[in-house]
């Protein structure tokens, strides 16, 4: 789950890292009033996404009248993909310095690895592709947490003109941010350095690991819901796992593990994943359901469909989608692959009702959508 910035900040503070006073507004009125006893105020557009400064969304005003036009002008912007309905107004701070500090999951060394730079307040990726260099990273052992001696050495020659001690103080504070609230990132871009001295966090980044939100109730309630398409609010009412993408192959297996191995398969086999959608556990009850999500994506040009019984039956999951089969009628390119637990008879069930073969294997059958899929690019909605 995504916070905004206005909700990561308060998670900063509690670690002991200080961040502007200010408020959050929902109207130009309210946006003044927060502005009045702070004087001069950055407004800033709270929207789940980046680069909110280059689409105007950041505005400094020097007082409460200015900040009321600054609020009229960025709510009801879009950026991204995102309507501006709240701001954050903040008081504007003198600073001299910009860094970029953040700890996150590495899937590399499979822990968290805290990172900073000198080349903070701008984009930090593509600064550090033309500077390897200036982005200082290390790997934590989650089970004992950094160490200070460790971040001090971390930070040495990075030019930071003595203030390495208090920038790995505040390391290790935001490490302790990222841990207790589960994230997956914490981020702070810009760090700032006050003209008064001092380290202060000017935004916040924060996601937070989705399995811990119920650990996490309150401060889950400040988060962001990820943005559904209209077929993943359809499949979410249904109470079915599935996420809409960019490709042209449907995809329907079961269980979570395996539906992502046969999108992977695909992907190997040069062809993109429309959607994931797993139907193991109660779910396989749901084919007609499940077939109607895949077969209502216009993208959809071939399905590759891949059960692998254990527990789960194959037989049992085959029945359910031949049911939605025979129903909905869909004139699609399919192609099957089914393994395992009742698969003598989903075979048998396959060629009986609908006269196919399953493939081989799975790569044979994700292959088969592939060509399909690409066969039929420049044809109209598969359905």
């Given at each position: ?266 992907r190997h086999h040069g062809g993109t994943p429309a959607n994931f959608l797993e139907i193991g556990g109660e779910s396989y009850t749901k084919g ?96």
């Amino acid at each position: 789950m995504n916070f905004e910035e206005h909700a990561g900040k308060p998670l900063l503070k509690a670690a002991g890292i200080p961040v502007p006073n200010g408020g959050v507004a929902t109207t130009a009125d309210q946006a003044a009033d927060i502005a009045a006893p702070l004087g001069k105020v950055a407004v800033k557009a709270q929207v789940p996404t980046g680069k909110r400064g280059k689409a105007g969304g950041i505005k400094i005003a020097d007082d409460a009248a200015a900040a009321k036009a600054a609020a009229q002008a960025i709510l009801g912007m879009t950026i991204g993909e995102h309507v501006v309905e709240k701001v954050l107004v903040e008081q504007a701070t003198a600073f001299t310095r910009e860094f970029y500090a953040a700890v996150i999951n590495d899937p590399e060394t499979k822990g968290p690895k805290i990172l900073f730079s000198t080349l903070g307040g701008m984009d930090v990726e593509e600064a550090a592709e033309q500077d390897p260099n200036a982005m200082r990273s290390l790997a934590v052992d989650i089970r004992h947490g950094p160490d200070l001696s460790h971040v001090r050495a971390m930070l040495d020659g990075a030019g930071l003109d003595g203030l390495e001690d208090q920038v790995a103080g505040l390391l290790m504070k935001l490490y302790d941010a990222y841990r207790a609230n589960d994230a997956e990132l914490m981020e702070i871009n810009p760090l700032a350095v006050m003209a008064a001295g001092g380290l202060i966090a000017l935004d916040c980044k924060f996601t937070m690991d989705d399995s811990a939100i119920p650990r996490h109730e309150e401060t889950a309630k400040s988060g962001t819901p990820d943005k559904l398409t209209g077929l993943e609010a359809k499949g979410k009412e249904l109470d079915l796992k599935y996420i809409e993408l960019e490709g042209d192959v449907g995809v329907i297996a079961n269980g979570a593990g395996l539906t992502m191995t046969t999108m992977d398969v695909v992907r190997h086999h040069g062809g993109t994943p429309a959607n994931f959608l797993e139907i193991g556990g109660e779910s396989y009850t749901k084919g007609t359901e499940a077939l109607s999500l895949v077969l209502d994506n216009p993208k959809v040009k071939s399905l590759v469909i891949n059960f692998c019984g254990a527990f789960a039956r194959t037989d049992v999951m085959t029945d359910g989608i031949l049911k939605a089969w025979e129903e909905l009628k869909p004139t699609l390119p399919t192609f099957w692959s089914v393994h395992g637990t009742g698969d003598v008879e989903a075979v048998a069930m396959l060629k009986e009702r609908i006269g196919v073969d399953p493939l081989p294997d799975m790569s044979a059958a994700c292959k088969a959508a592939v060509d399909a899929a690409k066969a039929n690019k420049n044809k109209g909605a598969a359905k």
